[in-house]
């Protein structure tokens, strides 16, 4: 990723430690882009500080393999969207064409300043924090100022305490709030999760999930989430998106108010119904809370709960 800002000596010299030292785990652009940012100012924008992101008839392939297929998706400024799908279906290089770390081989990308990309950030399943910097010093790279700017959002990630540390002795749970509140700091208009909670435990993931619901309603970005659990989409999303075969195949609203509450009637209606559309995969007239579905499904509205089964037990990943 190549940034148009000046970058000033020092986040110079970051990048070129950072390539130096991290070149045995193939650090790619990627990882740059999440360690390195635009210098900010210390007060977070008020209100909607997102922007729209519209993919109109995307096409991506790698060699002879078509991964994304005349894909079609539009996404509100401020507006939280999960990802869903089986392995391989295309979700994180849809991702990563958001991200500009992956060009279409055709359709167009826009934002909401046109095709120019906006100030993005991406969230990993892996924390990727630089073992020789303390957690301070992790979330300020690429700051001017950053004992400010980092330590507020220490704070608002419930780290305050643990700022002079080093990333070896935090907990998984807490070196991804370190890794969330590092790509908070640069304000992005809009953050990219993929997959960020997969590897936590159960009850350290409902913190973050209620972590991340907090920030983003608390900043008013866009967010685009990747996740294989079903009931993380529906718990985060005011949409999910079942990518399907390089295609949007189902763009359920999710109508639920927030903080979504699990042993709600309704919450687990909707987790069962998406769960069961993925599942129902590529069958000739995969069923939905809506009938029968012939091709893509665009625009689902939330299924009556009176009008599904009772879900027994809950559905984790598929």
């Not at 939280?80 to 500009?100: E, H, N």
């Not at 540390?165 to 709030?177: K, Y």
């Not at 699990?262 to 209606?269: E, I, L, P, V, Y």
């Amino acid at each position: 990723m190549r940034f148009s800002a000046e970058l000033t000596s020092q986040t110079t010299l970051e990048i070129a430690s950072l390539r130096q030292l991290l070149n045995p785990l193939q650090l790619d652009d990627a990882d740059v882009a999440q360690h390195i940012g635009t210098p900010v100012s210390a007060e977070p924008p008020a209100g909607n500080t997102g922007c729209t992101i519209d993919l109109q008839h995307v096409t991506k392939s790698f060699g002879p393999q078509a991964i994304l297929q005349d894909l079609n998706l539009q996404i509100a400024a401020g507006e939280f969207v999960a990802v869903i799908g089986r392995s391989g279906c295309g979700k994180s290089t849809l991702l990563r064409v958001i991200a500009g770390l992956e060009q279409i081989d055709s359709g167009s990308l826009q934002f909401a300043q046109g095709t120019q990309q906006p100030a993005i950030r991406v969230m990993f399943q892996d924390a990727r924090l630089l073992p020789w910097k303390t957690v301070q010093q992790n979330v300020a790279l690429g700051l001017e100022q950053d004992a400010a700017q980092a330590s507020q959002l220490l704070a608002q990630v419930a780290l305050a305490d643990r700022a002079g540390d080093w990333p070896s002795v935090l907990s998984g749970g807490q070196r991804q709030r370190v890794a969330l509140a590092r790509a908070l700091v640069h304000q992005p208009a809009v953050l990219l999760l993929d997959e960020p909670l997969g590897a936590l435990d159960a009850l350290t993931r409902i913190e973050m999930q209620n972590l991340i619901e907090q920030l983003w309603l608390q900043r008013g970005l866009t967010a685009v989430l990747v996740t294989h659990d079903v009931q993380e989409a529906v718990t985060l999303a005011d949409r999910v998106i079942l990518i399907e075969d390089g295609q949007v195949a189902l763009d359920q609203q999710i109508d639920l108010p927030r903080p979504r509450q699990r042993g709600d009637a309704r919450f687990a209606a909707l987790e069962a119904a998406i769960l069961q559309r993925v599942l129902d995969g590529n069958a000739p007239q995969a069923q939905t809370a809506a009938g029968p579905v012939a091709g893509p499904v665009e625009n689902q509205q939330a299924p009556d709960a009176a009008a599904l089964p009772t879900v027994t037990d809950l559905a984790w990943a598929v």
